[in-house]
């Protein structure tokens, strides 16, 4: 989906591609997995959900109709007023009028836009009967201009995972700013056309392509910001659905599309949720540190797991012992583990290259990996071992940081050296050599 996000990072996860195990949601792992068996085999590379297209619909009429046929019903008819507006607090208290920062904010989109709206509608059939295994997830996405502000609609049918993304229509024929208002507390407002009525295609349209390179381990995306919304009758459950690490996930005219997610058995990360590095990557660039906010019950007990989770990540896991791919259960799939002759992946991501240095990384990747252990940010450790890094000499850091000096020190002794090819190929001869980075700036200008 597009990254501007309008797309409709439901933003379920707990926020990372993670849902399950955070919180009040706490999943418990299924016996055979309790009791020590491997959670993943080998997928059967035959194995498809039943008419599993790999062509999108274009017209939006066309995948409703798709989607129907994958037991998802079809699209409720819907007011964003009718939703739960996602709370922006400042210290603990509710505010109603933008401010310059906030206590959570879209991870995608880190500000603090006022007046976005979430509900969870029961599935039905053209019929009106219910469908107690589907959910649609409605999102009326505020910006500070209502104009600009996005509706989007996801459908996940809780059993055999399929699962349909409708995204907002926002080209000229859109109806959203016609329809789109606010509510005195800046609440957006505005009757959503029905999937029947002619103007449904003026509101929506079909899933762009590769959504999963955000939503990539289940259909929702769950972060602090968006759990802050709950369900008025059950003010301890956030309005969107916690689904587990063996849940099935498929997208519906997304048949070619990438569904891997990584796996490193005995990770207690992944004994609630599958986790999607892609998008917590996205997130570190805006400044949103995985450690500060999970494992829900207990953040910042799981560094050591996230940090091996990240180590795969950055350098792939055909280059990471026990770390392989796998893909999720679907319809009657069981999903696993995939290997390098996956026919579907993708070349514009799960590509890992977080440091730049691209897969097995290099200079650059244990550069990135060292830095995060030193306490740096993943932005700042992303510029550093990408060699652009400002007010620093990028070879000294990596060659420093990489010897396991203190980032503070590294960037003090590297301030201004190396600054050309010659002095950078002497500092790297001379750090190798086991000389400490201080004697090597001095030995080499």
């Known amino acids: 989906m597009r990254l501007s996000i309008s797309v409709f990072v439901t933003t379920v996860v707990l926020m990372i591609g993670l849902s399950g195990c955070g919180g009040e949601d706490v999943a418990t792992l299924p016996a055979d997995i309790a009791a020590g068996t491997p959670m993943w085999s080998q997928a059967d590379p035959s194995c498809r959900p039943p008419d599993h297209s790999a062509k999108m619909p274009t017209s939006v009429a066309a995948y409703v109709k798709m989607c129907e046929s994958h037991g998802l019903g079809v699209p409720p008819s819907f007011a964003c007023e009718d939703g739960v507006q996602v709370p922006i607090q400042v210290d603990g208290t509710e505010v109603f009028e933008e401010p310059k920062s906030c206590d959570n904010s879209s991870m995608l989109k880190p500000i603090c836009d006022i007046g976005?709206?979430?509900?969870?509608?029961?599935?039905?059939?053209?019929?009106?009967?219910?469908?107690?295994?589907?959910?649609?997830?409605?999102f009326c996405r505020a910006t500070g201009a209502t104009q600009y502000s996005s509706v989007q609609m996801i459908a996940h049918h809780y059993k055999t995972g399929a699962t349909c993304f409708f995204e907002a229509n926002e080209g000229g024929n859109s109806i959203l700013p016609e329809r789109l208002g606010r509510d005195e507390t800046g609440g957006l407002t505005g009757k959503m056309p029905a999937y029947d009525d002619p103007d449904f295609d003026r509101a929506f349209v079909p899933a762009p392509d590769q959504c999963v390179q955000c939503h990539q381990n289940n259909a929702f995306i769950r972060n602090p910001w968006l759990d802050g919304a709950r369900l008025p009758d059950n003010p301890a459950e956030p309005v969107l659905p916690t689904v587990g690490a063996k849940s099935p996930y498929y997208i519906v005219g997304g048949g070619d599309w990438d569904m891997r997610t990584i796996h490193i058995e005995g990770n207690a990360c992944l004994d609630c949720h599958r986790i999607g590095m892609e998008i917590d990557q996205q997130f570190a660039a805006n400044g949103f540190d995985v450690n500060s906010y999970m494992p829900a019950h207990a953040p910042g007990?799981?560094?050591?797991?996230?940090?091996?989770?990240?180590?795969?990540?950055?350098?792939?896991?055909?280059?990471?012992?026990?770390?392989?791919?796998?893909?999720?259960?679907?319809?009657?799939?069981?999903?696993?583990?995939?290997?390098?002759?996956?026919?579907?992946?993708?070349?514009?991501?799960?590509?890992?290259?977080?440091?730049?240095?691209?897969?097995g990384g290099g200079a650059a990747a244990p550069c990135y990996e060292t830095c995060i252990a030193q306490g740096q940010s993943a932005p700042e450790c992303k510029s550093i071992c990408s060699g652009e890094g400002s007010n620093t000499s990028a070879q000294c850091y990596k060659a420093c940081i990489a010897k396991g000096e203190d980032p503070t020190l590294c960037t003090n002794e590297c301030a201004g050296g190396g600054s050309s090819d010659d002095n950078d190929a002497c500092y790297d001869a001379c750090v190798a050599k086991g000389e400490s980075p201080q004697v090597c700036k001095a030995a080499c200008g």
Do not use: H
């Not at 059939?125 to 295994?133: H, S, T, V, W």
């Open 116 to 138: 976005s709206q979430i509900n969870r509608i029961e599935g039905r059939d053209r019929n009106g009967n219910a469908l107690p295994d589907v959910v649609w997830i409605t």
């Open 301 to 359: 007990t799981m560094v050591d797991d996230y940090q091996q989770l990240l180590s795969c990540w950055i350098n792939g896991p055909e280059n990471t012992e026990g770390c392989e791919w796998i893909i999720a259960p679907a319809a009657q799939c069981s999903g696993g583990i995939v290997g390098s002759d996956y026919p579907y992946k993708s070349k514009s991501f799960n590509q890992g290259d977080v440091a730049g240095g691209g897969k």
